[in-house]
């Protein structure tokens, strides 16, 4: 037994029966067209399972006051302001993620509340967006500022004492000053640099070790020391002592370097705060109110959140559309490059669609509201950076491998150092071991390591977003560099994907007028996605449509009826033959318009061939240039159409396209993906309809433009906003610019611990009697963060 039913993943039709691919969750089970769809959907059931009733369930106990929309609670009541009962938030303005909090570097990690990272001890960032209110920044800057205050006279005396003793009063002896440096270090210390030892501890309890294992290491060793040399000097060898008895101590480099690395987290979390302003720009340009028109006519200001999808808003010149809709009245042109890219006003009028947050130009607008909250494209935009810039790409796993490995081994390059340094060291050897040890495990620090790729991830998928190029996660950024195949669909794609009539023809005996009247009026009755073209053709020329009648229609060859009692047919060659019509020189005259790419109808009257009728869907005005610019970076175009061959193949010819898959049914469009890919091509898919989503599915990148369907983009890995192929160009510059920047980063950060580590390990000492401070280790280690972090930010300046 065989049941029809429909994939989860990309809205397929699938035949379910004995060995059709299926999963089963929550005691239900789902069939699936390929294995691509399967794998994905056992990735994360909830995403194709009704996401949006989760987000409807969450926020439905939130109600509001329509006066006073600052009270907000939990569950129906009256307003303590003006007791007015409160009314529910609209459901779909608040997220089902909105309260959990993530990591940025390890989006695995997912809490309820806020906190650190069990893994690499970052602070966890809420998955709804970027807060204004940075509570890290804000605590670790304060700690940064206390520890400057306290770290920099420790260090001015220790260096005094060290390079010019003589500066010291006299009254104030080397003991005192111990006890001075100890009482300010500490703070500094135990205090200042408190969170990082919790993350130091947490990264050993969870065995993954990181760039908090080896800080809260080595600057604990350098206080602890410091502290027994101080109170117990004793203990330590006679060759240790100075003249006045007393056991050198290194409070200066403990302060020092846990300010420096303080300083480093600052400058990270500010850096990553800047890599979010794509989003904290997107996210502003939404306006607060809407102008909302009652049904009495009186118009007033209210809260974006109480917009319900139905209302009618009025939108006045230079304001910006509250929400996505469709213009019920007015004209005007709308600013959209904010959320598309392009710069140049684009007209409406009633009909048209509007998108939220874009600026209407001088003319006044009624509009229908059909998309709010989490539903509008802006919303779902600021969602889909904000997921990519948390995704991992594949090539983090380099690093993490490598850091893997790194930590442990630095651990053990520390301990050796200690005991070279212990053992066959000049006196004092103790001394010069631990001050060594611990400058190997801060310059080893990996905290560049563990920023090359997420930064550069970060910063690229924001300026991707403000270039109208959406990237749902890192893999897709970073497979896009490796695309050499691009395979489009036709129609929507290359072309605008709204048929528009081009040639009337008629023979002798028959009106130009009478063809194209009589054809218009049958194919007004006709549900094939070319009949309107002709309708709207005659009625664009003033001509008057008439009622049909014994209408019918032949599946594969056209249509019949009887129009102004006369029969006409209307259809391909096959209908003619079949009514045992001569067709004369249509077909020949029909065969030349295909060859220039349009589509043609042959059109009898009374049983006798009259004319034809041709349509054709124009060529966007940008795909030509698209198409040369993907072949100067070395990309192959296929198109991939369900359409005619001749007619396909004259726009392939027309646009210098590589190759052409024609009369393709939608079913079959994935498997000529596969073939591509069994040749060992990497693939890209662009396509806009339902119809494209299992073929957007099974390559390498779907792309999904952004005129097209919902399913379309939930199966593609990049959205186009505006359905443009140069936005194909702008995903491919993209991408190979942010892998181009996330290799150099690695290599900053392997190169500068390469040649870090044994410079701090001491092996310049026996040739040029060199040692490298812990300080300048600290230092050294905060600035290869830093050009890291300035590395990943060029990105945001780059011309797509």
Request: net charge neutral; charged share 20%; hydrophobic share 45%.
């Amino acid at each position: 037994m065989t049941t029809k039913t429909t994939d989860p993943v990309c809205k397929m039709q699938v035949t379910a029966e004995d060995g059709t691919l299926h999963a089963d969750y929550a005691a239900e089970r789902y069939y699936f067209c390929s294995q691509h769809c399967l794998d994905k959907f056992q990735a994360n059931p909830s995403a194709y399972l009704k996401p949006q009733a989760a987000a409807q369930e969450q926020s439905a106990a939130l109600y509001t006051c329509p006066m006073h929309p600052e009270v907000r609670q939990n569950g129906p009541g009256n307003c303590p302001k003006c007791g007015m009962a409160l009314k529910p938030v609209n459901p779909v303005a608040t997220r089902s993620n909105a309260t959990e909090y993530t990591c940025p570097m390890h989006p695995e990690i997912v809490r309820n509340e806020p906190g650190s990272c069990p893994k690499c001890g970052m602070a966890l960032e809420p998955r709804a967006g970027p807060s204004e209110d940075n509570a890290e920044l804000n605590d670790m800057t304060r700690r940064f500022k206390a520890s400057i205050v306290l770290a920099l006279p420790v260090f001015l005396m220790a260096m005094t004492s060290d390079l010019a003793p003589k500066l010291i009063p006299s009254s104030v002896s080397m003991a005192v000053l111990q006890w001075l440096e100890f009482a300010l270090a500490t703070p500094v210390v135990l205090w200042a640099g408190w969170p990082i030892f919790q993350r130091g501890w947490a990264s050993i309890v969870n065995r993954s070790l990181n760039m908090f294992s080896l800080i809260a290491l080595g600057v604990g060793v350098a206080w602890s020391y410091s502290v027994v040399a101080m109170l117990l000097p004793g203990s330590f060898p006679p060759s240790m002592h100075t003249m006045g008895g007393l056991i050198p101590v290194y409070f200066e480099a403990a302060a020092t370097i846990m300010a420096l690395v303080l300083m480093g987290q600052v400058m990270e979390l500010r850096a990553r705060s800047q890599t979010s302003a794509a989003i904290k720009l997107l996210l502003g340009l939404a306006p607060k109110t809407a102008r909302i028109v009652r049904a009495d006519g009186k118009e007033e200001d209210i809260p974006l959140e109480l917009v319900h999808p139905g209302d009618v808003l009025r939108v006045r010149p230079g304001e910006k559309a509250p929400v996505d809709g469709v213009v019920l009245d007015g004209a005007s042109s709308l600013d959209e490059s904010m959320v598309t890219g392009e710069s140049i006003p684009v007209e409406k009028t009633a009909g048209a669609h509007l998108i939220g947050a874009t600026v209407n130009g001088t003319g006044s607008l009624l509009m229908r509201a059909e998309r709010v909250g989490a539903d509008t494209l802006l919303a779902q935009i600021v969602h889909m950076v904000s997921e990519a810039q948390r995704s991992r790409a594949p090539i983090q796993r380099l690093a993490d491998i490598a850091a893997g490995y790194f930590v442990p081994a630095v651990i053990l390059a520390s301990l050796a150092t200690l005991a070279v340094w212990g053992i066959w060291g000049p006196e004092p050897r103790l001394a010069h071991a631990i001050v060594n040890a611990v400058a190997v495990l801060i310059i080893a620090c990996p905290c560049a390591l563990g920023l090359a790729t997420p930064m550069s991830v970060m910063v690229g998928t924001g300026r991707g977003a403000q270039a109208g190029v959406l990237i749902k996660n890192a893999e897709a950024l970073e497979t896009m560099e490796k695309v050499n195949t691009l395979v489009v669909d036709k129609t929507g794609t290359l072309t605008e994907g709204k048929p528009r009539l081009t040639s009337v023809i008629s023979l002798t005996g028959f009106d130009e007028d009478v063809v194209l009247r009589l054809g218009a009026s049958l194919e007004r009755a006709s549900e094939h996605p070319l009949a309107a073209a002709i309708v709207n053709g005659a009625q664009d020329k003033g001509l008057a449509l008439v009622a049909v009648g014994e209408f019918r229609s032949i599946t594969g060859k056209g249509v019949m009826g009887i129009v102004e009692g006369r029969t006409v047919a209307l259809g391909n060659l096959k209908l003619l033959e079949e009514l045992g019509i001569d067709a004369g020189d249509l077909p020949a005259r029909a065969e030349a318009l295909r060859s220039d790419g349009q589509t043609v109808m042959l059109l009898a009257i009374d049983g006798k061939a009259a004319g034809l009728v041709g349509v054709a869907d124009p060529v966007k005005e940008s795909t030509a240039e698209a198409i040369r610019a993907l072949h100067a970076e070395g990309v192959q175009v296929i198109m991939l159409t369900g359409d005619n061959r001749i007619t396909a193949e004259a726009v392939a010819k027309k646009l210098q396209i590589d190759r052409v898959e024609a009369e393709v049914l939608p079913e079959q469009k994935s498997a000529v993906i596969k073939q591509l890919q069994a040749q060992g091509r990497i693939v890209a898919m662009a396509g806009d309809g339902i119809n494209d989503a299992p073929a957007l599915a099974q390559a390498q990148v779907g792309i999904a433009m952004g005129t097209g369907t919902d399913v379309a983009m939930e199966s593609a890995g990049i959205t186009l906003i505006k359905g443009d192929l140069r936005g194909i160009v702008r995903a491919l510059l993209l991408s190979r610019a942010t892998m181009r920047n996330i290799r150099q980063n690695l290599f900053f950060a392997f190169i500068y611990n390469i040649i870090g580590i044994p410079v701090a390990a001491g092996v310049l000492y026996p040739f040029f009697g060199l040692l490298l401070s812990p300080i300048i280790a600290a230092a050294a280690m905060s600035f290869s963060s830093v050009s890291v972090i300035t590395n990943a930010l060029r990105l945001r300046s780059l011309k797509l």
